[in-house]
């Protein structure tokens, strides 16, 4: 009796699986587009960085870096550079003060990604200037679980359903739980804090293939 429920069981949840479907309207589902849609974007959380930067020893700069170096990421060591006036003369000498020059560390470089950046056109500067940009980055987006959706409804063609989600972050580094480096970088701590509570909205529409976000 036993073995024929087991099989009976068996044979249920099998039935079961063979029904889903992509097209269905579910947790399962939207999860998958929603994760698809990230993977497929720069989901990567990270805060602007310059990779070598000198702070004069009297700079407000020095206390927003120094939960930084504390965390290992950078090293400073005391340099002298030239300040130029204002004024472009070159009758007027550059005043050689004493700065701080932070660098970043090995573990620091661990985080560090550069990418390339450009000026807006403007009136004087025609042609947009094209620079490099630092950062570190501490982990990546990512859905944690559906929260809940609305009924799909046809919009233009398509059945589209708004859902609600909560995020999580992958790889999220040690430092970045750091209360005096979140304290400098109140964006990251909103991100770390908020992850697997603070709810998201995305738009999702069903395709002959399933479901997936709607393109914007």
Avoid at 18 to 26: G, V
Wanted: with cysteine.
């Amino acid at each position: 009796m036993i073995k024929q429920m087991i099989v009976v069981v068996s044979i249920a949840a099998l039935t079961v699986s063979a029904c889903s479907s992509k097209k269905d309207a579910n947790e399962k589902n939207f999860k998958v587009a929603i994760q698809q849609q990230l993977d497929k974007t720069s989901t990567d959380l990270c805060i602007p960085f310059s990779s070598t930067k000198d702070v004069q020893l009297n700079s407000w700069d020095i206390k927003q870096l120094q939960p930084f170096e504390a965390a290992g990421l950078i090293s400073g060591t005391e340099v002298e550079v030239a300040v130029h006036s204002l004024v472009m003369s070159s009758t007027v000498p550059p005043i050689i003060t004493k700065a701080k020059r932070y660098t970043l560390t090995a573990e620091g470089k661990k985080f560090y990604q550069e990418t390339d950046a450009q000026t807006e056109p403007r009136i004087g500067y025609p042609t947009a200037m094209h620079y490099k940009t630092g950062s570190l980055c501490y982990g990546k987006v990512a859905v944690d679980q559906i929260v809940k959706w609305t009924e799909p409804q046809q919009n233009g063609g398509v059945q589209v359903a708004l859902v609600t989600y909560l995020y999580k972050i992958d790889n999220l580094a040690n430092w970045a739980k750091n209360p005096d480096i979140q304290n400098v970088s109140p964006t990251l701590k909103q991100m770390v804090e908020g992850a697997s509570k603070t709810e998201l909205m995305q738009e999702v529409m069903l395709t002959n293939v399933g479901w997936e976000v709607v393109p914007h």
